[in-house]
């Protein structure tokens, strides 16, 4: 089966509109074939942890550490993917979403370092692949989502060059299952948290702790990236690339030089140290300098791998961070999610303006934006999850008004379509517009999935006129959500 395409020509991409409704209310239009949809990777949702020849994954392997996960839990069963599949694919189409974006093991397609492809393995993504497309909804594939062979860490992992030519290898052997039905291809989710979480905190798999390390690690997640995107080039000419990439916005708490200064190197590291490479600017150099890294691992070309143009750029993004010289704590100004993570919808239209000023990007599409919320309340047998629809609501009235400014966004993905396996916080911190009772894996959609639906069909939001005037609406007090068209201001 073709699959249509997911987005057609950018240069001619239109703005939404605006509806005044009433006092109350104000409808904002999306673009036509905007693409709405969400997302989910794989260690998260499918389980299956040794079925059909998966080898075992650094994150398999970090769940068996007593203390890493919070709740003691792993994915061995997770949310049942794996055997589910139709069944979510079903659910996916009710929900009327026109993209799913998944992740890809490593670990079943490529088991064992240097050997075959796993028929087995690779054909659980065939076959929903094959579900997506008869279902119309888009297959969007991110080849890696943390879940790194533990044969490879077994040498170094990330820290180790050779690492980089694998995933090439394992790239070639997905896109040429795939790539007839694949319009795009992420390559990795999120370098930032695999080499910060993994190699620096390590608060995620594998749970290193060296800065050292951290550098190495970024260095080689990007070239990666570069070499699978020419890999990718060369089998499947007419296929899009993409990277995703999550960016927190750091502000300094004061106008103070010292918090400027933390505030500066904290953004080169979290949000510039990877967007930047790819848009052929190199490492932030002040701060690389700062952290005394002589880069010796970037070889002679090694840059230019990496800035291989994408095609477009996924952006994940759910907070903004205060930050302060002394690390004193800051007060969160609209509130928090149940992660304790700020909720700051303007920094996200802030973002938005600032990718699209700095660097070139063809298109962007939010490829992730959600909350964990507390979801006690019920009505019924649903979860009433007004706060986490506020949340949605918000950042994609950001998304629009970004839209509006003239920023190509092509599509928003919400995260995610299941409560899953939130990594180090196991089962305890839950992500998704439908609730999945880890007893039974039935799915129930929450309040916030009915509402995102029918976002979809209509392709527009409503926004209470409060929202964007100020004054208490629902669970915390807003600012204006949209922040004002620099040209207008
Ligand atoms: C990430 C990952 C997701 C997380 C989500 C919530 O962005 O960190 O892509 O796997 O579950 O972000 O923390």
Not at 166 to 194: H, I
Not at 341 to 367: C, Q, V
Not at 465 to 470: E, I
Request: with cysteine; aromatic share 10%.
């Amino acid at each position: 089966m073709t699959p249509k395409p997911i987005y057609g020509n950018v240069s001619s991409f239109a703005t939404g509109t605006n509806v005044e409704l009433d006092d109350d209310i104000e409808v904002r239009k999306f673009p036509e074939h905007f693409i709405w949809g969400s997302a989910t990777s794989s260690f998260q949702i499918e389980g299956a942890h040794d079925a059909d020849g998966k080898s075992e994954s650094i994150w398999d392997r970090f769940c068996s550490v007593p203390g890493n996960i919070v709740d003691g839990s792993n994915g061995d069963k997770a949310c049942g993917h794996y055997e589910l599949y139709r069944n979510d694919v079903a659910l996916m189409k009710d929900l009327g979403l026109s993209a799913y974006r998944f992740s890809i093991a490593w670990t079943r397609v490529l088991p064992t370092i240097g050997g075959e492809v796993n028929e087995a393995g690779i054909g659980f993504y065939d076959r929903l692949v094959d579900e997506l497309l008869e279902a119309g909804i888009t297959p969007f594939p991110t080849l890696y989502h943390w879940d790194l062979p533990q044969a490879l860490e077994d040498q170094g992992g990330w820290t180790n060059r050779q690492t980089a030519y694998a995933f090439a290898d394992y790239a070639e052997a997905t896109v040429e299952r795939l790539g007839d039905r694949v319009e795009t291809w992420t390559t990795l989710n999120e370098p930032f948290v695999s080499a910060n979480h993994g190699y620096l905190s390590g608060e995620h798999a594998p749970g290193k702790q060296s800065m050292d390390d951290y550098l190495t690690a970024s260095h080689y997640l990007l070239l990666a990236h570069g070499l699978a995107s020419q890999r990718i080039r060369s089998l499947a000419p007419k296929a899009k690339v993409a990277i995703v990439l999550n960016f927190t916005s750091i502000e300094p708490a004061t106008n103070s030089p010292q918090d400027q200064a933390q505030a500066q190197t904290q953004d080169d590291l979290e949000n510039r140290w990877y967007v930047e490479p790819i848009s052929g600017m190199g490492y932030p150099a002040e701060t690389a300098q700062q952290l005394g890294w002589d880069q010796s691992e970037v070889l002679e070309g090694d840059l230019q791998i990496i800035s291989d143009p994408v095609d477009l750029l996924g952006i994940n993004f759910y907070t903004r961070n205060v930050v302060s010289a002394d690390d004193s704590p800051q007060t969160k100004e609209f509130g928090t999610t149940d992660m304790d993570w700020e909720i700051h919808p303007p920094s996200f239209g802030k973002l938005l303006r600032r990718l699209n000023d700095d660097y070139n990007f063809p298109a962007l599409m939010i490829t992730e934006n959600g909350a964990a919320m507390p979801d006690q309340k019920r009505i019924g047998n649903q979860i009433n999850d007004q706060d986490r629809i506020d949340y949605l609501r918000r950042h994609i009235a950001q998304v629009h008004s970004a839209i509006d400014n003239g920023v190509p966004i092509v599509g928003y993905l919400a995260w995610s379509l299941f409560d899953n396996f939130e990594w180090a916080w196991g089962y305890t911190g839950r992500f998704g517009l439908v609730e999945v009772n880890f007893e039974t894996l039935e799915r129930i959609p929450k309040l916030s999935a009915d509402w995102f639906s029918s976002v979809i069909s209509s392709n527009e939001i409503s926004i209470p006129a409060a929202d964007m005037t100020g004054g208490p609406l629902n669970t915390w007090p807003v600012e204006p959500i949209f922040l004002p068209n620099p040209e207008s201001a």
